[in-house]
């Protein structure tokens, strides 16, 4: 080994000069994480708490009243900033529409399924009513649902309601858009008009007039976060949820009520959603099963039927009987060294390919782990990926909105690391990674391998110059080593291009410039050369194996590898043409955002595998919880922690970042983009379609409405949310309806 003074281990702690004893044993082998007796848990998901992203019907209508905040899970993303909620209008609220107008989105779904209202008598079954009113004089509206005309009409300074049948032809089973369009703008920033309310249902009922005011529930606050909901009599309230595995539906309250289950299949054929419950609430409540809707989305309607005096619900929730080990780590100061790659693919770094190269420390460390087989970057490229990563904060919340330096006011993660006693070390081979971008504050050395040393920065030379860092210094100590060999120019030592280059290849230290080329539509790439340059980039991910050898064998020598906790963690991906595009930075699939995270910490950490999706917008909370230390107020990330020890965790909202403003949005096997234009929404569903070739955002339902939901209300809270009290879209801690006044 070239790593002859102490790095590791309990000799360190004597003194910062005197040398290491020579181990006299082999190395022992990892023990497992320390486990105690279990525990059993019921509640998989609070649906009380999910009540700002339920939706309401009164008298069998969808009644969207714009006066409330709720009414933003009824606002397309991107519209936010032309529709502003909750605005009065003397005893009167609504709505301001600013610009030309907006979107709304609207589910026909269960029993408002469009198959179960057919045509009769040569009119639609369904239709729609806005109220609403003009904010300037002369205006007039163009109402489009599904981007299709239905009326042009004008409008006074006075509310209105309109009406308008929904022709068939134009109508979705699931999400349906509507459009207005304003033709008169408000002057020097003021509203164009104004809408109160929007209601569609049956058009017998539409036509007859307008629903009871639908406040949809009535809020009664008990002990610490908990409250009970008060339903009026003919008022439902609509959740969207993934039914757990072996999954039930726990009710408790008083009063008549109504349960109706269903699933996109079902509204696509016209189906009657399934009546799980319908009467009287006892005094110990009811377990609905919902078995046989495990891993499905789910539609579910509680309904206080009318004619009664309503019901008031108590528990309303999800439950999935689960066991999880007893958390009882020993929580202290540690030796954390974190290899952060550049470039690196999960599915090239941690899959065995057929045919392809084989990364034996990666797979020996992978064993030996904690393996997060669905983590995101929070950004196709390295530098806002570092920056979130140390501050737990997402590029919308850094200085700049391409997150590309770090605001001041931030605390990373080796500051805090250093307030705790830490020696803090970077070495880097991007030469971004630097005071000037905000990324070395609390380190006490710092080394940028770009800068004239002489000495390379291959990943062997990074890891080689963080451990001579480190070498005497006590523990604790904090090692960020950051390499970038698997990012173009791919150039791999002669011993990793693994055969001759096929006719017309680029030169491997040319490759970035192919690619760009490549990627202008300027070069044609043969299949052949795209297979070569993959070749090429695997290659380098072979030098990232061997630094990652160096670095087990130098920790394992001096003793200390299993004391410590060592992270290998992926920065963003590389695109090989998956869906027309090369290198990275450029889009928000799986090949830009999918990395390895493997966590190694056998004193902490038993091995295993977690699949639900993560972010590294986590993984700085995650490691301050299992040290010990306390989080930043300012970081918005939370610990996974309670997610590593649950065999069936709550779903939970991942989001991924372009500078332009899209945004990457992830909901167990669900994943939504939003590009910046008004239609640029794809959906696509990972466990059937892993390659993301089939948008099914036309047909989402369930899955895109649960999706699109989740994130506006991160959206709606950017810069101010966190994790810790709120959780996350997906799955509303109880704290967030409160703070939002719902």
Not at 79 to 92: C, D, K, N, S, V
Not at 134 to 154: D, I, K
Not at 418 to 445: H, K, P, S, T
């Amino acid at each position: 080994m070239f790593f002859m003074t102490c790095l590791f281990g309990p000799a360190c702690e004597a003194t910062k000069s005197e040398p290491a004893p020579a181990p006299t044993a082999a190395p022992r082998p990892a023990a497992p994480a320390p486990v105690a007796r279990i525990v059993t848990a019921d509640l998989w998901q609070d649906l009380i708490a999910q009540r700002p992203g339920a939706l309401t019907l009164v008298d069998g209508r969808l009644v969207v009243e714009l006066g409330r905040v709720q009414a933003r899970a009824n606002l397309d993303l991107g519209t936010g900033a032309a529709i502003r909620l909750g605005e009065e209008f003397g005893e009167e609220r609504g709505a301001l529409v600013f610009g030309a107008g907006g979107t709304l989105t609207l589910p026909l779904d269960g029993e408002l399924a469009p198959k179960l209202h057919p045509d009769s008598d040569g009119q639609p079954g369904l239709a729609m009513a806005v109220t609403l009113r003009s904010m300037v004089p002369g205006q007039a509206v163009t109402a489009l649902w599904n981007e299709q005309p239905l009326a042009h009409l004008s409008i006074g300074e006075e509310w209105e309601r309109r009406t308008f049948s929904l022709p068939p032809a134009l109508v979705r089973a699931g999400e349906n858009r509507l459009r207005l369009h304003f033709s008169r703008l408000g002057r020097g920033g003021q509203p164009s008009a104004a809408i109160q309310r929007v209601e569609v249902g049956p058009r017998a009922a539409i036509v007859a007039g307008p629903a009871p005011q639908a406040g949809g529930y009535r809020v009664h606050a008990g002990d610490g976060d908990e409250v009970s909901l008060d339903l009026a009599q003919g008022t439902s309230l609509v959740f969207y949820a993934l039914a757990p595995r072996r999954g039930r539906l726990r009710v408790e309250g008083r009063g008549e009520l109504a349960v109706l289950v269903s699933t996109d299949a079902e509204h696509r054929e016209g189906r009657p959603p399934a009546l799980l419950l319908d009467g009287a609430l006892g005094p110990a409540g009811r377990d609905l099963d919902l078995s046989g809707y495990g891993g499905q989305p789910l539609r579910i309607e509680v309904r206080a039927p009318a004619g009664g005096e309503g019901a008031t619900l108590r528990v309303l929730q999800l439950v999935a009987g689960r066991s999880r080990p007893v958390d009882r780590r020993e929580r202290k100061p540690r030796d954390l060294i974190v290899l952060a790659v550049e470039g690196a693919r999960a599915d090239d770094l941690l899959g065995v390919l057929l045919g392809g190269p084989r990364f034996p420390a990666v797979e020996r460390l992978a064993a030996e782990s904690l393996v997060f087989e669905r983590a995101y970057a929070v950004s196709p490229w390295a530098v806002p990926t570092h920056a979130a990563l140390l501050s737990s904060v997402p590029p919308p919340g850094h200085a700049t909105v391409r997150g590309t330096f770090v605001a001041d006011g931030q605390v990373l993660l080796p500051e805090l690391l250093d307030r705790a006693g830490y020696y803090g070390v970077g070495v880097a081979a991007n030469a971004d990674f630097n005071a000037e971008r905000g990324l070395v504050q609390g380190l006490d050395f710092v080394r940028n391998m770009t800068q004239g040393t002489g000495a390379g920065k291959d990943a062997r030379s990074v890891v080689r110059a963080a451990l001579e860092a480190i070498a005497g210094k006590p523990p604790p100590r904090f090692v960020y080593a950051d390499v970038a060999d698997p990012q173009a120019p791919y150039d791999p030592p002669r011993e990793h291009v693994g055969g001759p280059p096929p006719p017309d290849a680029p030169l491997p230290h040319l490759t970035h410039l192919w690619l760009g080329r490549v990627r202008a539509g300027r070069v044609v790439a043969e299949p052949a050369q795209r297979d070569y340059v993959r070749r090429l980039y695997r290659g380098e991910l072979q030098v990232v194996d061997a630094a990652l050898a160096d670095l087990l064998a130098a920790m394992e020598e001096q003793g200390g590898l299993d004391e410590a906790a060592l992270v290998l963690v992926g920065l963003h991906g590389e695109e090989f043409f998956e869906h027309g595009g090369a290198l990275h930075g450029f889009s928000l699939h799986e090949e830009s955002l999918r990395v390895p995270l493997v966590i190694r910490a056998p004193a902490l950490l038993a091995p295993g595998r977690v699949t639900a999706p993560v972010d590294l917008l986590d993984l700085a909370p995650t490691l301050a919880d299992l040290l010990g230390l306390p989080f930043p107020p300012q970081w918005q990330g939370d610990s996974l922690v309670p997610l590593i020890d649950d065999p069936q965790p709550p779903p939970r909202l991942v989001v991924a970042y372009l500078g332009d403003g899209a945004r990457a949005a992830v909901l167990g096997d669900y994943k939504l983009i939003v590009g910046s234009g008004r239609d640029a929404q794809r959906l696509y569903d990972l466990a059937a379609d892993p390659g993301e070739t089939r948008d099914l955002e036309v047909d989402g339902g369930i899955a895109l409405r649960l999706t699109r939901t989740a994130l506006a209300w991160e959206m709606a809270a950017e810069g101010r949310w966190k994790r810790s009290r709120w959780g996350t879209g997906a799955d509303l801690k109880p704290a967030f309806a409160l703070d939002h006044g719902m």
